[in-house]
């Protein structure tokens, strides 16, 4: 019988690149997992809970006998599961759990059986979880990219990213545009711990050397809540604002919201209703009943700019540069940053 398999620290761990196995339950996987693992979990959030129960209750050989007892009958099938995940060539399985006990030591096993070569995680999910706090706390060499409602700041850091730029998308991995509107046409949001752990990854995997550009953020986008020291850092970090016209803004938000119908547009207006005022709310709502979303865009355009001004008197150093984009398209634009902005970090 193969053994259990070496256990290595969280970066070797990462660098392996390997197929990553979460065996921890659904409900634990859900709340939080290291990106791109897989879940195969040895028990169901209900099993879990009765070993821990019988644990505490009974002692720990109570609670290994009734794993076992829970575990036997699905054998065959995560054996099964473990030899569909793809794995090329001779690519070891990096196999994890919480703290790196009992439930990888199991899985990895009973891999070990069907002689497939694989890696544990020292100290499991709970290192990786240390591992992505301590990422939020490093120096950071930030440029943060500001601009009002409608200028297309996603759309141009998408581009700098093609270019070879190094990007971390805050509104792309919490799946929301950081607006009463922002989660409209968009997956659901991940848990924040997920997103605390999607954001140390994209930070890791960023191309040196070089400052990395973020979009300035609020401390919230959406539910997800960007990491103190990550969101402090951004704060004392050197900015440049880019600069459209309002009818380009007009026409860039139409674009990406215009699609979804008036009731969701209804909802999202009235959710904010109190900060427009009742009367740029009613011209809002008016305007969306008759599917003039070009008018309902410019009423609610007063209100975030506000905000904006606002949030952007509050930042610890004020944009450096300003970046009339006027007429230019993304990657018009992403030349022009990528020429002059650069040094700006």
Known sequence: MQAEGPRLPIEDFLELNAPIVDV??????????????????????AERAAVGTTYKQEGRQSAVQLGLELVGPKLATIAAALQAIPAPGKTALGIHCWRGGMRSASVAWLAGTLELPVVLLEGGYKRFRHWVLAEMEKPWSLLVLGGRTGTGKTD??????????????????????????????LPPQPSNEHYENLLALALRQCPNPGPIWLEAESAQ??????????????????AVEIQ?????????????????????????????????????????????DQGDWAEACRQMLDYYD??????????????????????????????LLLKEASGEA
């Open 24 to 45: 921890r339950s659904p409900g634990e996987y859900h709340q939080g997992h290291i990106p791109g693992a897989h879940n195969l979990p040895l028990f169901t959030d």
């Open 156 to 185: 141009l850091l998408l581009e700098l990213h093609r270019r070879g730029a190094a990007v971390v998308d805050l509104e792309g991995l919490a799946n929301h545009r950081g607006s009463s509107f922002g989660g409209l046409g």
């Open 221 to 238: 986008v959406g539910r997800c809540r960007i990491p103190a020291g990550l969101w402090a850092q951004m704060g004392l970090a050197p």
């Open 244 to 288: 459209r016209p309002m009818e380009e803004r007009v026409e860039r938000l139409v674009a990406v919201y215009g699609a979804l119908g008036q009731q969701p547009l209804r909802e999202a207006t009235e959710r904010i209703a109190r900060r427009l005022g009742p009367q740029r709310t009613a011209l809002a709502l008016g305007a969306i």
């Open 306 to 335: 506000r905000c904006y001004d606002h949030d952007l008197g509050r930042r610890s150093q004020p944009p450096r540069r300003q970046f009339d984009l006027t007429g230019l398209n993304e990657a018009e634009a992403a030349a």
